[in-house]
């Protein structure tokens, strides 16, 4: 299957939004007509804080959007659509992800998860929406003989500072209505026919909650606490939408010693710990629906700055 790959920057709302988003994107093609394809799925990826001029090439070959988007189709196949995010806004290194987040203090770090107003799945879903339109004057947005199609599945992916968007993402999904209707599905009409329409992303923030079925924490790690959710009525209320009929959700915790053995910051490895333990506890009460595995990287090495950025390369999505 063929591919269209580039970087785009793109704003939030282009009406009214002023912060520019960089979007790594690697889309599949159709292989007849050279026209965006229906992916099997949407992976989403959410970078960290900034890297520049380190002199590790590992590591500056890690932080480029356009590689890290090639790594996410490796992974997952060649028949996902990979979109890798860079936070708007920066305070010297310290990436600012507050249109998703917007309790954030001024260096990113989260006071608190609130769903109120659903500020993450309705920013990813007017990002993406930006994206297909700058795509589109680059290619024809879909095949002339496509059909509608169900919304494809989403994989979100928090990579360091990354992970304040997958925390505030869990506690969105714990407060999304079980029997919500998916209405304004991802459709978008193809232009030689207004009678062909195809899904390629979600177009609200009902169905792109409801279309999460894979939830992937990176390496992640603040300065302060709130790397990871450990609020019990979160995975709890989670778990009760699973029970009564949600689709599946599958949560993995990657981690290298780089955070999960700070001992400067030994609440990073405490708040895992406990997710993990809050995810185990309520797997049975979901009907086997909810399911966590925890996996450590790198665990002969002494912690450094590259292990941190080569659990991109090492990651394990299975």
Known sequence: MERWSGVLKIPLD??????????????????SSGTLAVPSA??????????????????????????????IVSKFGNSVNAWVVEASVFDEPFAIYKDFVPSVNQW????????????????????????????????CLIDQFASVHHCPRTFVLGFSKGGVVINQLMSEISILDTNCAETSSAI?????????????????????LNSISQVHYIDVGLNSSGAYI????VVQRISQRLSRGADSLRIVIHGTPRQWCDKQRDWICKEKDELVRLLE?????????????????????????????????SLDVS
Request: proline share 5%; aromatic share 8%.
């Open 230 to 233: 450990t609020d019990h009525n």
């Open 281 to 313: 506890a309520e797997t049975e009460n979901s009907g086997g629906k909810l399911q966590v595995h925890e996996r450590l990287y790198f665990s002969g090495r002494l912690p450094d700055l590259q292990m941190h950025f080569e659990i991109i390369d």
């Open 14 to 31: 282009a009406s009214t939004s002023r912060n520019y988003y960089r979007v790594a994107a690697s889309l599949c093609l159709s292989s």
């Open 42 to 71: 949407n992976a989403i990826f959410f970078h960290g804080d900034r890297v520049q001029d380190t002199g590790n090439p590992v590591i500056e070959r890690l932080y480029d959007l356009q590689k890290v988007a090639e790594i």
């Open 108 to 139: 990113g770090a989260p006071k608190s998860y609130l769903p109120t107003g659903f500020p993450a799945s309705s920013s990813i879903v007017s990002l993406l929406s930006s994206c297909l339109q700058e795509e589109g004057k680059e290619v």
């Open 188 to 208: 978008v009409e193809e232009p030689m026919s207004q009678h062909e329409k195809i899904q390629i992303i979600p177009a609200s923030k009902e169905s792109f």
